[in-house]
């Protein structure tokens, strides 16, 4: 089993070979990623670190690293990428986090719920995400598509997918310190094309 650190304040100047070099002489250290700029030599700051044992792993997180007269900052890694996301259409206004969380904990191991609501009006959809942390449940869940919560109600499960407009203007999404899409209200129009004018043209005609 592997661990994994996140590295950052790396010095975007530096050698990635001598950077290199000097992180795998740690005891414990089997590989260094460090993330480069599009189309340059330099680093962007940030790099994952992989280890072998639990110890190094440890020893790294307390321990302070200087190179190039900077210190470099381990943290937990976190893939975002292993979680498996659910929409959930058809929920009750009434229904409490707690309920929603027992109802899909039946299925899996549910990581986290988050009901949806409006940006500006902050109203509840009636829509909801929910996150599993391993495939399995999560494909078990996406093959009944249908979830009943009483003789009445029956949740609807589908796919999570990203919003629209990260999908059509993901570079101009930029949001303000400790705050998310759904806290943000993008300060941009989407462009919607219009229709062409028709030009009345008028032939003039030279007289003979």
Do not use: W
């Amino acid at each position: 089993m592997s661990f994994k650190l996140f590295i950052s304040n790396i010095p975007y100047d530096c050698v990635c070979e001598e950077f290199n070099k000097f992180i795998m002489s740690f005891e414990g250290v089997t590989n260094i990623n460090v993330i480069m700029q599009k189309n340059s030599t330099l680093n962007k700051g940030i790099g994952i670190l992989t280890l072998e044992t639990k110890e190094a792993h440890d020893k790294l997180l307390t321990n302070n690293v200087v190179f190039y007269n900077r210190t470099l900052k381990f943290t937990e890694y976190i893939n975002q990428h292993k979680f498996y996301k659910l929409h959930v259409i058809n929920v009750p206004v009434d229904i409490t986090d707690n309920e929603l969380f027992e109802t899909f904990k039946k299925y899996g191991k549910v990581d986290s719920i988050k009901k949806d609501y409006n940006y500006t009006t902050r109203q509840f959809k009636g829509t909801a995400c929910v996150v599993y942390d391993n495939y399995d449940d999560f494909a078990t869940v996406l093959k009944l598509k249908d979830i009943p919560i009483t003789e009445k109600t029956i949740l609807t499960v589908t796919k999570r997918r990203r919003p629209i407009h990260q999908m059509l203007y993901p570079q101009n999404m930029s949001y303000p310190q400790n705050m998310s899409y759904s806290q943000y209200t993008p300060q941009y129009t989407p462009f919607i094309p219009q229709q062409p004018r028709k030009l009345n043209i008028q032939r003039v005609f030279k007289q003979q």
